[in-house]
């Protein structure tokens, strides 16, 4: 079969369920396709294949036996934040090239244990600081619609590689959009669960507060299939949540009728790309039909939620980032003078320039006699931003809105201005602050690059989450769409 990259999980499944190809052949097809693809766009930044056709061999085993899960002998990719035991984690850094994780992040465990089959680890923006993937140690990764465009990040090499069919799903980590932006500039399916869903045991932190790891796919029923594996406690993780996950699959096909849509008069004002507008639109017209109420919303705060993230963010990040000093792992500077010059020179080689940019804006945030005026303050504002989307989600069963105000940019564009990379993530860094769930589905195109609407919901409401999508995916083809170069 030539069209397997074409196909959604749920398919693959049934394909090697009734034994028309084998686990291994599987494997092999989307090996092949990555040595075809990925020099043009630098999705990857390890291939396992030898231990991934040894998984395939033992997931082969199991379903000739019966014992096939839904994920048995599936392929998959690992962000290369995820610690995996004896392969690199590099983080996109420097720092850590030279890093083999002597473990396995909780996340990469789990999907171990349901007989998946690792490919390789993505690119990304260095230590998940950025919104393009193009501060990455090993060089940017392109967009599979047209690779003159950025893929999104920090995510971005996860969403890169499923829309071109190097993999069928991926996971990824959203601290502030970073698996939701790539979802939407790739035209995939990505879904930031709720604060304390997934573990961040092995996890590599960049913001301990606001890190998520979730589930990447062409499809919202892929996402679920995913998440049921990737979910639950984890007692290693302190910020794990106690609630009992569930099976993310169940409510899939339930009515959309008497759906109750908030639309926030903050993300449809000026700043959005009129052709994203028009996609959004269509896809609530769409919704609509299937049922739902649409009614205009207001998150009053929501403005201030990019000067509140990029201080608690870094601030975060500059604790995090400490332990990266050429003392115990990672690189360490050739013949230091002392232990100063170690630290120093470990680091200024180590870290790329974005990462300095938000350490050094983080260290100052909690510096003495600035703790008061930004991180504190910061920390309230998130609380008024949380207090939005309560106040608002107890009106309304979901809130709907563009993910990006405008579609991926060129490659390039945003590392000449830093900020305006930062005002991309103004429809997604809230929910962050707010540790809500939200998925971005693809809903069209606008200068001849993909849309994805953002759902947000309540806290622990992926299920309905993945109702709404799964549903408009059923009456839409957008997410079934490949990039032309990659068919």
């Given at each position: 079969?030539?069209?397997?990259?074409?196909?959604?999980?749920?398919?693959?499944?049934?394909?090697?369920?009734?034994?028309?190809?084998?686990?291994?052949?599987?494997?092999?097809?989307?090996?092949?396709?990555?040595?075809?693809?990925?020099?043009?766009?630098?999705?990857?930044?390890?291939?396992?294949e030898?231990?991934?056709?040894?998984?395939?061999?033992?997931?082969?085993?199991?379903?000739?036996?019966?014992?096939?899960?839904?994920?048995?002998?599936?392929?998959?990719?690992?962000?290369?934040?995820?610690?995996?035991?004896?392969?690199k984690?590099?983080?996109?850094?420097?720092?850590?090239?030279?890093?083999?994780?002597?473990?396995?992040?909780?996340?990469?465990?789990?999907?171990?244990?349901?007989?998946?089959?690792?490919?390789?680890?993505?690119?990304?923006?260095?230590?998940?600081?950025?919104?393009?993937?193009?501060?990455?140690?090993?060089?940017?990764?392109?967009?599979?619609?047209?690779?003159?465009?950025?893929?999104?990040?920090?995510?971005?090499?996860?969403?890169?590689?499923?829309?071109?069919?190097?993999?069928?799903?991926?996971?990824?980590?959203?601290?502030?959009?970073?698996?939701?932006?790539?979802?939407?500039?790739?035209?995939?399916?990505?879904?930031?669960?709720?604060?304390?869903?997934?573990?961040r045991?092995?996890?590599?932190?960049?913001?301990?507060?606001?890190?998520?790891?979730?589930?990447?796919?062409?499809s919202?029923?892929?996402?679920?299939?995913?998440?049921?594996?990737?979910?639950?406690?984890?007692?290693?993780?302190s910020?794990?949540?106690?609630?009992?996950?569930?099976?993310?699959?169940?409510?899939?096909?339930?009515?959309?009728?008497?759906?109750?849509?908030?639309?926030?008069?903050?993300?449809f004002?000026?700043?959005?790309?009129?052709?994203?507008?028009?996609?959004?639109?269509?896809a609530?017209?769409?919704?609509?039909?299937?049922?739902?109420e649409?009614?205009?919303?207001?998150?009053?705060?929501?403005?201030?939620?990019?000067?509140?993230?990029?201080?608690?963010?870094p601030?975060?990040?500059?604790?995090?980032?400490?332990?990266?000093?050429?003392?115990?792992?990672?690189?360490?500077?050739?013949?230091?003078?002392?232990?100063?010059?170690?630290?120093?020179?470990?680091?200024?080689?180590?870290?790329?320039?974005?990462?300095?940019?938000?350490?050094?804006?983080?260290?100052?945030?909690?510096?003495?006699?600035?703790?008061?005026?930004?991180y504190?303050?910061?920390?309230?504002?998130?609380?008024?931003?949380?207090?939005?989307?309560?106040?608002?989600?107890?009106?309304?069963?979901?809130?709907m809105?563009?993910?990006?105000p405008?579609?991926?940019?060129?490659?390039?564009?945003?590392?000449?201005?830093?900020?305006?990379?930062?005002?991309?993530?103004?429809?997604?860094?809230?929910?962050?602050?707010?540790?809500?769930?939200?998925?971005?589905?693809?809903?069209?195109?606008?200068?001849?690059?993909?849309?994805?609407?953002?759902?947000?919901?309540?806290?622990?409401?992926?299920?309905?989450?993945l109702?709404?999508?799964?549903?408009?995916?059923?009456?839409?083809?957008?997410?079934?769409?490949?990039?032309?170069?990659?068919?």
């Open positions: 079969m030539s069209d397997l990259h074409c196909k959604t999980l749920t398919e693959l499944r049934g394909i090697l369920d009734s034994k028309q190809i084998s686990a291994q052949e599987l494997a092999q097809h989307f090996i092949r396709r990555i040595q075809a693809h990925d020099s043009t766009l630098n999705s990857f930044i390890s291939v396992t030898d231990a991934g056709l040894l998984a395939a061999q033992r997931a082969d085993e199991k379903i000739a036996a019966g014992q096939a899960g839904a994920l048995t002998g599936i392929p998959v990719a690992h962000k290369d934040i995820f610690c995996t035991m004896g392969v984690t590099s983080c996109g850094s420097r720092m850590l090239d030279n890093f083999i994780a002597p473990y396995n992040a909780s996340v990469v465990e789990r999907l171990n244990q349901a007989d998946t089959v690792m490919l390789g680890k993505t690119n990304m923006d260095e230590f998940a600081m950025g919104s393009t993937s193009e501060s990455s140690y090993y060089g940017a990764t392109k967009n599979p619609w047209d690779t003159q465009a950025v893929p999104g990040g920090s995510s971005g090499g996860s969403a890169a590689a499923i829309a071109a069919g190097l993999t069928p799903i991926a996971t990824g980590t959203d601290t502030g959009g970073s698996i939701r932006q790539p979802a939407a500039y790739c035209g995939i399916t990505g879904l930031k669960p709720t604060y304390g869903r997934v573990s045991f092995g996890m590599i932190a960049y913001a301990s507060s606001l890190d998520q790891g979730g589930p990447m796919a062409r919202a029923e892929d996402c679920a299939l995913l998440l049921n594996v990737m979910a639950g406690f984890d007692a290693r993780d910020t794990s949540s106690e609630q009992a996950s569930e099976d993310y699959t169940a409510q899939l096909n339930l009515d959309l009728t008497g759906l109750k849509i908030g639309l926030p008069r903050e993300y004002g000026a700043g959005l790309d009129v052709g994203v507008a028009q996609a959004i639109d269509a609530i017209s769409e919704l609509r039909k299937l049922g739902a649409v009614r205009e919303v207001s998150l009053p705060n929501s403005e201030l939620a990019i000067p509140a993230y990029y201080v608690i963010a601030a975060e990040a500059s604790s995090n980032l400490s332990r990266f000093d050429g003392v115990r792992f990672g690189h360490r500077c050739d013949a230091p003078k002392d232990l100063t010059d170690l630290y120093e020179r470990s680091r200024a080689e180590g870290f790329g320039d974005e990462v300095k940019r938000r350490i050094m804006i983080g260290t100052y945030a909690l510096s003495s006699g600035y703790y008061d005026a930004y504190l303050k910061a920390q309230r504002v998130r609380r008024l931003i949380a207090d939005d989307f309560q106040r608002v989600l107890s009106e309304v069963d979901v809130i809105g563009p993910v990006t405008s579609v991926a940019p060129n490659l390039g564009e945003s590392l000449k201005d830093p900020v305006a990379m930062y005002l991309s993530d103004i429809y997604t860094v809230p929910v962050n602050l707010a540790g809500l769930p939200a998925i971005s589905i693809p809903v069209g195109f606008a200068h001849n690059r993909p849309v994805g609407l953002q759902v947000i919901g309540k806290a622990f409401a992926e299920s309905r989450l109702n709404i999508a799964h549903r408009f995916q059923q009456a839409t083809d957008w997410h079934r769409q490949t990039p032309p170069a990659f068919k």
